[in-house]
């Protein structure tokens, strides 16, 4: 199981892998061709912009959602976004039924 399985990301590109757990790495990397570098900088460094991220992130989340909603509705969803956004279904022979 992956992380993002196990932790329920939506993350469809990977972008946590690539940047986060790559830059966490990079930041840590430095230890090994600084000698002037701490361990404890270098994590200090990584939980700092964890929180910048986490911050800023929820800040702009909620202005977003308080504005035009994060959500379409539970019909929409259900529909999908061709209908919903589009006014057209892209597949239609695949069509879902309510039972």
């Not at 993350?11 to 966490?24: E, T």
């Not at 990584?46 to 929820?58: D, E, K, L, N, Q």
């Amino acid at each position: 199981i992956t992380l993002d399985t196990k932790f329920k990301l939506d993350d469809p590109v990977g972008a946590i892998s690539v940047h986060g757990v790559v830059g966490i790495w990079g930041l840590l990397a430095v230890c090994l061709s600084n000698p002037d570098a701490t361990l404890t900088a270098q994590l200090l460094g990584i939980g700092v912009i964890f929180a910048w991220a986490f911050a800023t992130s929820f800040v702009v989340w909620f202005i977003i959602k308080a504005i035009v909603g994060i959500r379409v509705s539970e019909e929409e969803e259900y529909e999908g976004l061709d209908v919903g956004e589009c006014g057209l279904e892209a597949y239609p022979e695949f069509t879902q039924s309510r039972s």
